[in-house]
């Protein structure tokens, strides 16, 4: 079973950072493939950031490198999400997500398990 919970948005001036985490629990033990997943306002979902917990390996959306950075705890089995130079179109529910398996994918209907989400508004 997966549990996913996000926590950590806020509201932050452009140019700052926020911290994101999400508290990935998979009982009994399974590496999984954890995304983070943005929806503005009126726009569809977009994936931004995802890890393989097996190894750690990363990919990111374009419109993210260089700003974002998605990270491991495992021994917390935290997934967290670092987010620089943030900017007003970034502004948006961040949802973590994961799936068993192992595949780099930014459709959101490929992934099993949700968070709830936490806000993220970022002010100019």
């Known amino acids: 079973q997966v549990q996913l919970a996000e926590s950590g948005g806020g509201s932050v001036q452009a140019g700052g950072s926020l911290r994101l985490s999400c508290a990935a629990s998979?009982?009994?033990?399974?590496?999984?493939?954890v995304a983070w997943f943005r929806q503005p306002p009126g726009k569809e979902r977009e994936g931004v950031a995802a890890?393989?917990?097996?190894?750690?390996?990363?990919n990111y959306a374009d419109s993210v490198k260089g700003r974002f950075t998605i990270s491991q705890d495992n021994a917390k089995n935290m997934v967290y999400l670092q987010m620089n130079s943030l900017k007003p179109e970034d502004t948006a529910m961040y949802y973590c997500?994961?799936?068993?398996?192992?595949?780099?994918?930014?459709?959101?209907?490929?992934?099993?398990?949700w968070g709830q989400g936490t806000q993220v508004t970022v002010s100019s």
């Open positions: 890890i393989w917990t097996g190894n750690g390996n990363t």
């Open positions: 997500a994961a799936d068993l398996r192992r595949r780099t994918t930014w459709f959101d209907h490929d992934y099993n398990y």
């Open positions: 998979i009982y009994p033990y399974k590496p999984m493939y």
